[in-house]
C-alpha cells in the first residue's frame, strides 16, 4: 500500500478562460493532517472538488488512496468524505433524524442506524440537541454535526473544507479536538483554512497556495525559516506614543515596521538580531515605556504574508466558484 494519501501531478482546472488551478503537486501522506493555505480564489477549494471527484480534472493526474481520481472516481468516491464550508444538513429535521437518514442511505439497518446516530451524537457532545430541528443550532453544533454526518462509514481519509470559518473560540477548539480524534483513529485529513492558528495547532505539513500554484511546502516550523527573519514584537504602555516608537524602530534597526490591528503593538522583521540590542535603549532615551518588547520566530501570519503578499481572508472561492 502507497505511503501516499494523495498525489497530484500538475493538476489543472479551468473555468472558460480563467485557470482557477495551475499545475497543483501534491504528496499527502497518510495518518495526518494536511492544511492548505492561501488567499481568496487561490484555487483551494476547486483542488480539493476534483480530489474529491465532484469537478472533473482538465489536466494533470490525481490519485486518492492508490485510485486514479479520473478513471476509478467510484472507487475514490468509496473511500473518503467531504465536509464543505457550507452546511448539508436538512434543517428542518432533528440531528437524529439527519443522522439516522443518511446510515438508512449507506445501507444501515433501522436499529442499527438509530444505534450509530446515538453513539455519533454523544461523541459530539450532541445527545442533549439531537431532539431538536438543526435550524436551531448554533454555528459550532452545525459544524460538528457535519463531521458526524461524513463520518457514519468512517472514511480513510475526509476533506475539511474551512471547517471553522465564523465560529467562537470554544467552538473552533471542539472542532480541532474531534479532528486530531480522527487522526488518531487513523484517517488522514486534508484541511483548508483561513486561520492561520489552526494549521499551526493542527497541520504535519502546509502547502502554501496563491494564483493557482504550489509557492510553498513544508511543515509550520520549515516554513518559519524560509522566511530568513526574525520577527520583534513590541507593545507600547501608550499607545499614543506609538507611532513615534516605530519610527525610532525604523531608524535603529533600518526595516520596516508594520502596526498591528492592536493599537500600541508594532512587528518589525530584522535579518540579525544583533541589531535590536540597541532598539530598547533608544526607545527609552525618547521617554517611552515599553509594555512587552519580544524577538522570535516569524509567526506563521507573517510568513503568509511574506509569500503571498496578502493576508487571508475569508473564502468565497466556492461562491465564486457557483457564479461561473
Known sequence: MSELAIHTEGLIKRFGTNTAVDGVDLEVRRGGVYGVLGPNGAGKTTTIRMLATLLPIDGGRATVLGHDVAAEPEEVRAKVSLTGQFASLDEDLTGTENLVLLSRLYGYSRAAARSRADELLSAFDLTEAGGRQVKTFSGGMRRRMDIAA???????????????????????????EIVRALVAGGT??????????????????????????????????????????????????????????????????????VEESDPAAMTARVTDPRVVAGALPALHDAGIDIATFALGQPSLDEVFLALTGKHVEPETELAEETAR
Open 188 to 257: 488522514t485529513v486534508l484541511l483548508t483554512t483561513q486561520y492561520l492558528d489552526e494549521a499551526d495547532h493542527l497541520a504535519d505539513r502546509i502547502a502554501v497556495i496563491d494564483h493557482g500554484k504550489v509557492i510553498a511546502e513544508g511543515t509550520s516550523g520549515e516554513l518559519k525559516a524560509s522566511v530568513g527573519a526574525g520577527a520583534l514584537h513590541v507593545r507600547v504602555a501608550d499607545q499614543v506614543r506609538r507611532g513615534d516608537a516605530a519610527e525610532i524602530l525604523r531608524r535603529v534597526l533600518e526595516v520596516e515596521v
Open 150 to 176: 461524513s463520518i457514519i462509514v468512517t472514511p480513510e481519509l475526509i476533506f475539511l473544507d474551512e471547517p471553522t470559518t465564523g465560529l467562537d473560540p470554544r467552538s473552533r477548539n471542539q472542532v480541532w
